[in-house]
């Protein structure tokens, strides 16, 4: 150690003591984290802000990979959102399986089949005559049209005979779409 310190050092520790030696040595400390503790903070606050920016990027999806598609292409991928024409029996039976749980006969119906040429998409049309209440008649079209997404309630023609009945002669056609075999 340098002597002109040691001599400086041993008038102070005459002078104030060993505790008043400490206490200048914690002073000295205080003020070297007064003046390093406001940038650490400042440098703190800027890491922490760059990692949340980071996290925020890393949670959002990307956005989605914009293909182009030729025509072609979307006419196929839109096409082939419809069922085969093969489904068509299933889809009957399931028309009177929900006839039958809302109380509705199917007593008869017309059934036609459209195959345009060079179209790639089929359409089976069938019409029903039916003869009840509205409430059930009702059910039936929406328990229809909600199994199958693929098949539009084109015509729903009702007609009362009686006044004070509340039994509709209705006539209800269904057009099937499906994709070409």
């Known amino acids: 150690m340098n002597r002109a310190l040691q001599s400086t050092l041993n008038r102070l ?21 007064a003046l390093v503790v406001p940038e650490l903070t400042r440098r703190t606050d800027d890491l922490r802000a760059a990692l949340a920016a980071r996290a925020d990027a890393l949670a959002r999806p990307a956005p989605p990979v914009r293909r182009t598609m030729t025509n072609g292409e979307q006419l196929l991928e839109y096409v082939s959102g419809f069922p085969p024409l093969s489904q068509n029996a299933s889809d009957l039976e399931r028309v009177f399986g929900t006839a039958k749980q809302r109380n509705v006969e199917l007593l008869r ?46 015509e729903l023609r009702m007609a009362r005979t009686d006044a004070g009945t509340g039994v509709l002669d209705s006539v209800v056609r269904f057009t099937f779409i499906y994709r070409r075999p």
């Open 109 to 154: 119906g017309e059934y036609q089949l459209k195959a345009e040429p060079n179209a790639p998409l089929v359409t089976y049309t069938a019409t029903f005559p039916v003869h009840n209440d509205y409430g059930a008649l009702k059910q039936f079209t929406a328990d229809v049209l909600t199994a199958l997404p693929h098949v539009s309630m084109d």
């Open 13 to 33: 520790n005459r002078r104030i003591g060993r505790s008043g030696l400490f206490a200048l040595a914690l002073l000295a400390v205080a003020i070297v984290l």
